[in-house]
């Protein structure tokens, strides 16, 4: 049994692991979140233009109206979406759902070391859900594990091959004219692999992994 200053510093270590990857996918949250708010701020540059004109009608000002609506109510969802990543957060969804949100605030930053994600969804029937923040963070952080260790480019095979368990696939390019490079690395604060380890374990998830692919498990 861990004494309370183990559990302590186990927890303190995880903080540190879940910051670092909330500041690498903050960009996408971001630009996410300001997306609708510019397209709404644009709509109302266009009301404004046609009160001026001083001949807006009902009919004219409905669409750009409907429009601003639209994009407010698209932004105030996001916003309440941020309510995942606060410390304990309990929400639930289906493993298909995180995978999916966590490509997206990664793909931009894989693009950028050639790392190119190849997506299979799955067939399989009654799919349950998963506690959304923990599988989240530890999907993050086999995304960035890859971002850090991979120096070639690299596609990732990502499939749901059984009920409770993700895999991943590691394929090579056959030719990179950059093979014989040292590229930089991505981050000073690498998700090495014990990192990754302790985040899945503290996720209630299992990560097993061989050459060329990883695998999370859970119950």
């Not at 300001?34 to 004219?60: C, E, F, H, N, W």
């Not at 120096?151 to 993700?166: D, F, G, N, T």
């Not at 014990?194 to 060329?212: D, F, K, N, P, V």
Request: net charge negative; glycine share 6%.
């Amino acid at each position: 049994m861990e004494s309370p200053i183990a559990v302590q510093q186990r927890e303190w270590v995880l903080a540190g692991i879940r910051h670092e990857i909330f500041m690498r996918v903050f960009p996408a949250l971001r630009h996410g979140l300001v997306g609708p708010v510019s397209i709404a701020r644009m709509s109302v540059s266009i009301v404004r233009r046609l009160l001026s004109k001083g001949d807006a009608g009902k009919a004219v000002l409905n669409e750009p109206v409907e429009r601003i609506d639209q994009q407010l109510a698209e932004a105030v969802t996001g916003i309440r979406a941020l309510q995942a990543w606060e410390p304990g957060a309990k929400g639930l969804a289906t493993p298909a759902e995180v995978l999916r949100q966590g490509m997206s605030l990664m793909t931009a930053s894989l693009a950028l070391r050639d790392i190119k994600l190849d997506y299979v969804p799955s067939d399989i029937q009654e799919v349950e859900e998963v506690h959304h923040q923990p599988f989240l963070y530890a999907w993050l952080a086999l995304l960035c594990h890859v971002e850090d260790s991979v120096q070639a480019p690299v596609s990732l095979r990502i499939e749901q091959k059984q009920p409770k368990s993700v895999s991943v696939e590691i394929i090579h390019s056959l030719y990179d004219v950059n093979q014989d490079k040292t590229r930089p690395t991505a981050h000073v604060r690498l998700i090495d692999q014990a990192a990754l380890e302790l985040m899945a374990a503290a996720g209630g998830l299992q990560l097993t992994s061989g050459e060329g692919w990883m695998r999370l498990s859970w119950i």
